[in-house]
Structure formats: C-alpha cells, structure tokens
C-alpha cells in the first residue's frame, strides 16, 4: 500500500465472498477505526496487515466483523507497540462475555517490537481461552489444529509468560506474571 494510512480506500465495496485481505507495505503508518466498516458482511476472512509500519490498532478497528463465522487476524511484521481488546471488541470487557468467538480462525502476532508491559497480559488470556474453547469438543479438524499450533509457537515468540493474574513484572525477554 503506497498510502500512509488506512481509511475509507476500501468505503463502497460490496464483497461478501471475499475470503482473504492482505494489506501490506512499509508505507503505511496508520489505520483508521472505521477503514475496513464495508467489509462487515464478509462471512469468512482472513484479515492480513503485515509488513507495516503501523504501531496501533485502533479501537473498534476489528469491531466490524462481530457477525463473521470465522475470522482470522494476521497482525505479523508490523510496528506494533502494544495492542488492546478495545481492536477487536466494540466493548473492552465485551471480550470476556464473547470469548474468542470473534477470532475463531486465530490471531497471529509475532514479529513486531512490542513494548512489553502488563498492557499486553490480556493476550495470554485471550490465547489460553482460545485454545480451551478451539478444542471444546475434543476434536479439531486439521486447519484448525494447525493454527493451534502457530498460536503456540507464537504465543511463545511473544516471550509472555502468565502463571496468574495477579502479579505482573517487567524482564528482559518480556512481561511476566508470576504467583
């Protein structure tokens, strides 16, 4: 992408059987909340913004596909500094009540700079309650699977490491809690 931000490029577009989105660039800066709002009739899709130079997702910006089946975020190679749930649901304690259903399909997160804080805590317990409800059933097909364990390796990358909630610390390879 040659623009230095992400807004209304993609307003009056009609494409309800578009499955894969990729935006990519080292030009662009920036992404507007409401930039991808004509995609919300998008059934399932797999969002790619990667190779950026985006530091933050705004809120609400993920907020548009609430009514997707299956969603899949792909948020790699990025400048991302830090990441909220506010993104990914129009109500930031709304998260807890949805779960993970919003992102069935996955989010994927490694490769950007971020600045490791107790901020970032809520992603491990979005990944621990991902994988828990991924595989509720006892059986997963293949894709699935596979993208449990690209979360895992992920989620590793991250160097995040939650034993409880309750006390978060700052170390050299990450944010950590420790009980």
């Not at 089946?69 to 993104?87: M, Q």
């Not at 894709?143 to 978060?168: F, P």
Request: proline content about 3%; some cysteine.
């Amino acid at each position: 992408m040659s623009d230095r931000t992400l807004s209304d490029q993609l307003h009056g577009l009609t494409l309800p059987r578009l499955r894969h989105l990729q935006i990519t660039g080292r030009g662009l800066l920036s992404v507007e909340a409401e930039a991808l709002s004509s995609l919300q009739y998008c059934r399932e899709l797999v969002v790619e913004i990667s190779g950026t130079a985006v530091q933050d997702i705004p809120s609400g910006f993920f907020a548009t596909f609430s009514h997707s089946a299956h969603l899949s975020i792909n948020l790699r190679d990025n400048n991302l500094l830090s990441l909220t749930p506010a993104a990914f649901y129009g109500n930031v304690t709304n998260w807890e009540h949805v779960g993970t259903k919003l992102i069935a399909g996955g989010l994927l997160l490694h490769d950007n700079p971020w600045l490791c804080d107790c901020g970032l805590v809520w992603i491990g317990h979005w990944l621990r309650r991902w994988l828990r409800e991924s595989l509720q059933i006892h059986t997963a097909p293949l894709d699935a699977a596979q993208h449990l364990v690209l979360a895992t390796t992920i989620y590793s990358k991250m160097n995040i490491v939650l034993y409880q909630e309750d006390y978060c610390y700052m170390t050299t390879r990450g944010c950590v809690t420790v009980g």
